[in-house]
């Protein structure tokens, strides 16, 4: 999951989100409500934890407008504001669940676990991913292939996460750096690269078939060439890797 912390507590914001990385998620983290207002309209998350009291723009403000735009990413609002009409009132502007200060992380994670296995989810969003001979659990993190379990490292499974579930399409540099990555990240040249050819290895080692994915992307779009030699032109910096997993 990439998940999006709205928290002006310093401390508690890196709580959550070492938290959600050692968990195996990607956490950005913003400050303000105003900020974080515009970074969740992005519609790139898959959850958010909104702190109630804001800078800015409170937690309250903050998902009705969100609520408001049609944005129905689950929230999750913490707040040591915690008596029983100041929890309706939080649940009333539209957050999915609401957690009293102070918490512990382990529930936090079960409540944000729980959101996302209950919403309504749109198609395609399923828990469980096939493509062939190849599965990934999306929420266990676990993919195997004919039976056989596949260790993956949590960027590995996010990344197959999203070449799964655009199976037979173009999958973008920026795609991938979205769904593995964290909001400040400043990637190399070649990180994608590297994911992807050792991926690739894991997903390949010890069957005779090969799995193909593909992923392609443009360096600089204004080049014009013979779709045959482009894979070999170092100013398209194209990786081809067919995505056509085993029928």
Same mark, same amino acid.
């Given at each position: 999951?990439?998940?999006?912390?709205?928290?002006?507590?310093?401390?508690?914001?890196?709580?959550?989100?070492?938290?959600?990385?050692?968990?195996?998620?990607?956490?950005?983290?913003?400050?303000?409500?105003?900020? #974080?207002?515009?970074?969740?309209?992005?519609?790139?998350?898959?959850?958010?934890?909104?702190?109630?009291?804001?800078? #800015?723009?409170?937690?309250i403000?903050?998902?009705?407008?969100?609520? #408001?735009?049609?944005?129905?990413?689950?929230?999750?609002?913490?707040?040591?504001?915690?008596?029983?009409?100041?929890?309706?009132?939080?649940?009333?502007?539209?957050?999915?669940?609401?957690?009293?200060?102070?918490?512990?992380?382990?529930?936090?994670?079960?409540?944000?676990?729980?959101?996302?296995?209950?919403?309504?989810?749109?198609? %395609?969003?399923?828990?469980?991913?096939?493509?062939? @001979?190849l599965?990934?659990?999306?929420?266990?993190?676990?993919?195997?292939?004919? %039976?056989?379990?596949?260790?993956?490292? @949590?960027?590995?499974?996010?990344?197959?996460?999203?070449?799964?579930?655009? &199976?037979?399409?173009?999958?973008?540099? #920026?795609?991938?750096?979205?769904?593995?990555?964290?909001?400040?990240f400043?990637?190399?040249?070649?990180?994608?690269?590297?994911?992807?050819?050792?991926?690739?290895?894991?997903?390949?080692?010890?069957?005779?078939? &090969?799995?193909?994915?593909?992923?392609?992307?443009?360096?600089?779009?204004?080049? &014009?060439?013979?779709?045959?030699?482009?894979?070999?032109?170092?100013?398209?910096?194209?990786?081809?890797?067919?995505? &056509?997993?085993?029928?």
């Amino acid at each position: 999951m990439r998940i999006l912390v709205i928290e002006d507590d310093a401390r508690a914001a890196a709580y959550l989100v070492r938290g959600l990385m050692e968990s195996g998620h990607v956490a950005d983290t913003v400050e303000d409500g105003r900020t #974080g207002l515009d970074m969740a309209l992005e519609g790139i998350y898959d959850a958010l934890i909104v702190d109630r009291r804001l800078p #800015g723009l409170d937690g309250i403000a903050l998902i009705r407008e969100l609520r #408001g735009r049609g944005l129905h990413t689950p929230v999750l609002m913490l707040s040591a504001l915690d008596s029983t009409a100041q929890r309706v009132e939080g649940l009333q502007a539209g957050s999915d669940d609401y957690l009293g200060k102070p918490y512990a992380f382990v529930e936090v994670l079960a409540r944000l676990d729980a959101l996302l296995r209950h919403r309504d989810q749109p198609p %395609g969003a399923a828990r469980v991913l096939r493509v062939g @001979s190849l599965q990934l659990d999306c929420v266990a993190r676990t993919a195997t292939r004919e %039976g056989r379990t596949i260790v993956l490292q @949590s960027r590995e499974s996010l990344i197959l996460e999203k070449l799964m579930r655009h &199976s037979g399409e173009v999958v973008t540099r #920026g795609m991938l750096l979205e769904s593995a990555w964290d909001y400040d990240f400043d990637p190399v040249d070649n990180v994608i690269d590297k994911h992807i050819h050792r991926l690739r290895r894991k997903l390949d080692e010890g069957f005779s078939q &090969s799995v193909y994915c593909i992923l392609s992307f443009e360096m600089q779009t204004n080049i &014009s060439m013979d779709p045959s030699t482009r894979f070999g032109n170092p100013l398209l910096r194209t990786i081809c890797l067919r995505h &056509s997993l085993e029928e």
